[in-house]
């Protein structure tokens, strides 16, 4: 059978960093085995949903390069894609449960349901116990029987309080103790005995089904073959392995594998948006604004991330090849990918590293594609380059000269602002340490020097080799003398090698910075 997956997030909100990552092992998986990748969004939740998150959603995996086969844009003969739009199909499946004795309605009002619970409570704290959780109400096999249930009234009753109207619920009827065996791809065997488990409810009193109808019903009638989510659906494989044999689906069931959870830096918990605001990082692919509140949730898109470095930093958390390598392309995370390297324990997300993964791919990249990425990102600040008069060719070589500064775009300006702008200040601290007495004579007659080369454009080599040999016949300090210059030409103790510097000025204007420097620093 070809592989079918399928990504099946709710549209209640910013997509998770491990959200995606869901996606990215998802689509490895797919592209790996020649298989098909599902987007299908899971929305009968309709009280949480938040408009614009579908979109949102679909536009972050499109950033990502997570391409999908079928879903509610690219259509498919499985579809439809949205669960909303599947409603009418899910209660013939309750139905047949019910016929079946596997599920039983469920009559008990909210406010019955609350005071079970507050009951349970009260007795807990009389005993002392100070563990809510050993008397906790559940609505279970040991309970079933004393609630409002198609199992404890009578079939009179139950008939009477169909045929009124009155609100009910289609609940899943859990087996009493009994084992399941179930077989996780990440986490090995996996068994669970009923008498932990609750009767869940299937169908809700306003027609739509949970979400633990609605997925294993779609996942079967999707004919997806293997189920890869996140740990903390963990707790509801049992009921899905059970709902899919009280369908009588056991022999098509797909095989399951529960992700590990992303970490915080700290390695204690699940990382959080409170984390990224904490710390200084994002944890969605893309900003999303709060429809309710206005509030912008920062994203990597915006934060300066390259597409290939993000998917690269998601595919270390969880996941290893087995070797040093980290640096991937989406090509070679498909050709390596595979279940069994992928770790049962939490991964924790260094935001540091995250840096060092957009930095190498930043280096990686041509100098002329990131003179162009520039290039855009100084326009879209509202200024442009243009009043510069700098050619594409000096621009590509000042990238060149300061790539390896930064590790983002946006910090390329704040590395090489200094040749498109000449410094009006000079850095106090280095006028302290390296500029004496004699150092306006010594630039003077390096000004001297530089003169026979205007107008031309002499390269780097050529103004090494005229000011070293000028320092070797004066015998000057060479420390002093680039220092000086490097003070008069940025302004700063910062950049690429004088030399470079000098050959994008050219002699025109590094004699200008040195005549102005000389008449600004007393």
Request: aromatic share 10%; glycine share 10%.
């Amino acid at each position: 059978m070809s592989v079918r997956v399928r990504f099946a997030p709710s549209p209640t909100g910013p997509l998770h960093m491990g959200g995606i990552r869901t996606a990215l092992f998802n689509y490895l998986f797919a592209r790996k085995h020649n298989g098909t990748m599902i987007l299908r969004i899971e929305d009968t939740d309709l009280g949480r949903q938040v408009p614009g998150a579908e979109e949102y959603i679909m536009k972050s995996l499109e950033w990502c390069g997570i391409t999908i086969d079928e879903g509610i844009r690219e259509g498919g003969k499985f579809g439809p894609y949205r669960q909303s739009d599947r409603k009418h199909l899910y209660r013939q499946y309750a139905d047949q449960l019910l016929e079946s004795g596997w599920a039983y309605y469920a009559f008990d009002t909210p406010e019955e349901l609350e005071g079970r619970r507050q009951r349970a409570e009260g007795r807990n704290q009389e005993k002392g116990t100070g563990q809510k959780e050993e008397g906790a109400f559940a609505y279970d096999a040991s309970t079933r029987m004393s609630l409002r249930n198609s199992l404890s009234l009578s079939r009179k009753e139950v008939n009477r309080l169909l045929e009124s109207g009155a609100s009910y619920v289609i609940r899943f009827r859990m087996p009493e103790n009994h084992e399941i065996m179930m077989n996780d791809l990440i986490r090995g065997e996996v068994r669970v005995n009923t008498s932990t488990l609750d009767d869940k409810v299937l169908f809700k009193s306003d027609g739509m089904p949970t979400y633990h109808l609605a997925n294993v019903v779609d996942d079967h009638l999707m004919e997806i073959t293997h189920v890869i989510r996140g740990e903390e659906w963990l707790p509801s494989m049992p009921l899905h392995v059970m709902l899919y044999k009280g369908f009588g689906w056991s022999d098509t069931m797909p095989q399951f594998a529960h992700l590990p959870l992303i970490l915080k830096p700290s390695g204690n918990g699940k990382l959080s948006k409170r984390d990224g605001d904490k710390l200084g990082f994002p944890v969605f692919p893309i900003n999303w604004k709060n429809p309710d509140t206005g509030e912008i949730y920062s994203g990597y898109r915006e934060a300066g991330y390259f597409p290939e470095a993000f998917v690269n930093i998601l595919a270390l958390l969880g996941w290893n090849e087995g070797t040093d390598k980290e640096l991937y392309s989406m090509d070679e995370l498909i050709d390596a990918f595979t279940l069994s390297r992928v770790g049962k324990s939490g991964s924790r997300f260094d935001p540091d590293k995250a840096r060092w993964f957009n930095h190498q791919y930043l280096i990686r990249k041509s100098d002329e594609e990131l003179a162009s990425e520039f290039v855009k990102e100084y326009g879209e600040k509202g200024n442009g380059l243009q009043a510069y008069r700098l050619s594409d060719e000096k621009i590509r070589i000042i990238i060149s000269l300061v790539k390896e500064r930064v590790n983002f775009v946006k910090e390329l300006w704040s590395q090489c602002y200094y040749f498109f702008e000449a410094p009006t200040t000079y850095d106090e601290a280095t006028i302290k340490k390296r500029w004496t007495p004699g150092t306006p004579q010594m630039l003077i007659d390096i000004i001297a020097l530089l003169k026979p080369l205007c107008p031309g454009a002499p390269g780097p080599g050529e103004y090494e080799s005229l000011i070293r040999n000028h320092i070797t016949a004066n015998n000057l300090n060479a420390g002093q003398v680039m220092n000086a210059l490097r003070l008069c030409l940025v302004g700063a103790p910062m950049g690429p090698g004088v030399f470079d510097i000098m050959g994008v000025l050219g002699p025109d204007e590094t004699i200008t910075r040195i005549e102005r420097a000389v008449r600004s620093i007393q």
